[in-house]
C-alpha cells in the first residue's frame, strides 16, 4: 500500500510582531467557538399572499399587518421537533426569533403598546388572538425542548424595527432608525403614507419602554439564566446599551451577544460576537479575525461587520448565518415550494465559514403549521451524516492528524504525517487563541499552491489539485506573534477514491 507522506514545516521568515498586549476571550467566547454550528429558527406569523412571498416576518410588500388570528400552528410537539432538526447537522445551539422585525410576539407579553392619538391599548403577541389557549408560550415550549434535547438556547429579538410599532428603520433593511418610521411596508407608495391597517402610532419613548420590558421578560429570568446566545438583529438605539448590557450580563452569564453593546461605553462584560457580514454561508473574505478595532465603532455603539483585523485590541469572533433554501431572496423564512440546498453547497458552506474562523449558524425554516418540511429535515440530515463522515472525529475523511503540535523556536521545526490515501484539504487548529498566526503558505513540490493569513479555531484550505500518494506537502507560517503552537494539524479526502464524499 503506497503512504503519502506529509512533511509539515514551520518557518517564520519574517520578524515576529511587535509584543504587545493581546486581547484575551472570555470564557463564554472560547465555549461559544468550540460549539461551531447553531441553528437559527427564522419564522413569525405567517399570511397567504396568493403563493408569492407568504410568509415573510417583516411584511415586504404587505398594506396591512397581519393579525393575530393567522398564528396559530397546530404541530405537536413542534419545539422538539426543531430541536431534532437542529441536532440532525450537528448544532450545539439553537436560536428562536421570538420577535421578528413585524412586531409579533411568540410569547404572551404583558406589555402593551399605547397608541399615541388614540390612547388605546394594543398587545400584538399569540395569546391576544385566542383566549381559551392564552396561557401558551411558544417561548416556554422552546426553552423546555432544547433542556430536554440537551442543546443549548437562544433567543433572537428584533430591536431595530418594527412594523406594528411604525418605527425603526429607513429603509427596506435592518437599519436602525429609530426616530423613523417602520418605511419597509410603503416606501414604494411614497414618505406622505398613512398608517397601515392594524398599525399603532408610537412615539420613540414609548419604543424604548416596550423593548425594555420585552428584554426583561425574555432575559430577565422567566425562562431560566442559561441562554447561550442573545441575538440583537437590527442594532439597537445607543441609548438601550447600557440597559441591555447590564440586565444581560446580571441575569444571562453563559450568554453571547451578537450585535453586543460596545463594552468599553456600557461596561458589557465582553462576551460579544459579530455578525460576519453575509447572509449567504459564505464570508465576505477568507481572512476572518478574531479581534477588531475599538476605532471602528459602528452606528448602533457596537464594532459593526466583516472580517475583523489581525491587530484587533478587541476579542470578538465573527457569526456567519445562512438560510437552507436554494436562493437568497427567501430571508430564511418559508415559502411554499421552496427547495433546500444540496449537500455540495452546504459543505462548501461549512469550509467558507467554520473553516474560515467564523461559527455558522443554519437556518431552520418552519411552515405555517410551525413543522419543518420533510425536504428540509432530509437535507439537514445529510449535512450532519457527511460532517461526521469528513470532518468530524471518527471519520473517514480525516486521513492524517497531528494533535498538539509545538513549534520548538520561531526559525522552523517540522513533522511527517502518513495518509494511505489522496488528500485535497489541509485543515489547522490554533491551541492558543491569542496568538493569531499571521501569514502561512502550502507548498507542493516548491511551489506555493495556496496561502493565507488568519488561521485560528479553524482553517480549512482547498488544495488547488487532488494530492497523489508519496506527495511532499510543506506548510509555511510567515509570520507570527510568537512560536506557532497547533491544536491539531489534519489532510482530508473529501473527493479523491476512497473520500468521504
Known amino acids: 500500500m503506497k503512504l503519502l507522506t506529509v512533511v509539515l514545516t514551520y518557518l517564520l521568515i519574517h520578524d515576529t510582531l511587535a509584543a504587545k498586549p493581546l486581547p ?41 399587518v397581519t393579525p393575530p388570528s393567522h398564528f396559530n400552528p397546530t404541530t405537536p410537539d413542534m419545539a422538539k421537533k426543531w430541536v431534532a ?3 440532525a447537522f450537528g448544532a450545539k445551539s439553537l436560536t428562536l426569533s421570538a420577535n421578528h422585525c413585524g412586531g409579533f410576539a411568540m410569547w404572551p407579553t404583558n406589555s402593551s403598546i399605547v397608541d399615541a392619538d388614540t390612547g388605546d391599548s394594543f398587545r400584538y403577541n399569540y395569546s391576544t388572538a385566542f383566549t381559551a389557549d392564552g396561557a401558551r408560550d411558544i417561548v416556554s415550549e422552546f426553552v423546555e425542548a432544547c433542556e430536554e434535547g440537551g442543546i443549548g438556547a437562544g433567543l433572537y429579538l428584533n430591536i431595530g424595527m418594527n412594523m406594528f ?17 417602520f418605511q419597509a411596508c410603503w416606501d414604494e407608495n411614497g414618505a406622505n403614507q398613512t398608517l397601515l391597517s392594524g398599525q399603532v402610532k408610537s412615539t420613540i419613548d414609548s419604543y424604548y419602554d416596550t423593548f425594555k420590558e420585552h428584554l426583561v421578560e425574555l432575559f430577565g429570568g422567566r425562562y431560566g439564566h442559561d441562554f447561550v446566545e442573545v441575538w440583537l438583529d437590527g442594532g439597537y438605539h445607543e441609548e438601550l446599551g447600557e440597559f441591555i448590557a447590564d440586565l444581560i450580563d446580571k441575569n444571562q452569564p453563559k450568554a453571547v451577544i451578537f450585535k453586543a453593546p460596545n463594552w468599553d461605553v456600557s461596561k458589557h462584560s465582553g462576551n460579544s460576537v459579530r455578525w460576519a457580514g453575509t447572509e449567504t454561508g459564505h464570508t465576505p473574505e477568507e481572512d476572518m479575525w478574531s479581534t477588531v478595532s475599538s476605532s471602528q465603532q459602528g452606528e448602533q455603539g457596537d464594532y459593526g461587520y466583516g472580517p475583523g483585523v489581525a491587530d484587533g485590541d ?21 415559502y411554499p415550494g421552496q427547495d433546500p440546498k444540496n449537500l455540495t453547497e452546504l459543505m462548501s458552506e461549512y469550509e467558507d465559514s467554520v473553516g474560515h474562523n467564523s461559527n455558522f449558524m443554519l437556518e431552520l425554516s418552519p411552515d405555517r403549521d410551525g413543522a419543518i418540511p420533510d425536504s428540509n429535515l432530509e437535507a439537514y440530515t445529510m449535512f450532519g451524516e457527511a460532517l ?9 475523511g480525516v486521513v492524517a492528524s497531528s494533535d498538539g503540535f509545538r513549534c520548538d523556536s520561531k526559525i522552523g521545526c517540522s513533522i511527517p504525517i502518513s495518509a494511505a490515501t489522496e488528500v485535497d484539504r489541509v485543515r489547522l487548529s490554533e491551541a492558543d487563541l491569542t496568538r493569531s498566526i499571521r501569514a502561512y503558505e502550502i507548498l507542493v513540490g516548491g511551489d506555493v499552491v495556496a496561502s493565507g493569513k488568519s488561521v485560528g479555531r479553524c482553517r480549512i484550505i482547498r488544495l488547488p489539485v487532488m494530492l497523489k500518494p508519496d506527495t511532499e506537502v510543506t506548510v509555511r507560517f510567515t509570520n507570527a506573534t510568537d512560536v506557532p503552537v497547533l491544536k491539531a494539524i489534519e489532510l482530508l479526502n473529501l473527493y479523491g477514491d476512497d473520500g468521504c464524499m
Open 165 to 181: 410599532m411604525d418605527i425603526g428603520a429607513n429603509s427596506d433593511s435592518h437599519s436602525i432608525e429609530p426616530t423613523g418610521r
Open 388 to 396: 461526521d463522515r469528513c470532518y468530524r472525529p471518527g471519520g473517514v
Open 85 to 87: 432538526a437542529a441536532k
Open 24 to 64: 484575551q476571550p472570555t470564557p463564554v467566547q472560547v465555549e461559544y467557538m468550540d460549539r461551531e454550528m447553531g441553528g437559527l429558527i427564522t419564522w413569525a406569523i405567517n399570511e397567504d399572499n396568493g403563493g408569492y412571498k407568504a410568509c415573510s416576518g417583516c411584511y415586504w410588500g404587505q398594506d396591512h
Open 314 to 334: 478587541v476579542w470578538m469572533p465573527a457569526e456567519q448565518d445562512a438560510p437552507i433554501a436554494d436562493g437568497y431572496d427567501y430571508g430564511g423564512f418559508w
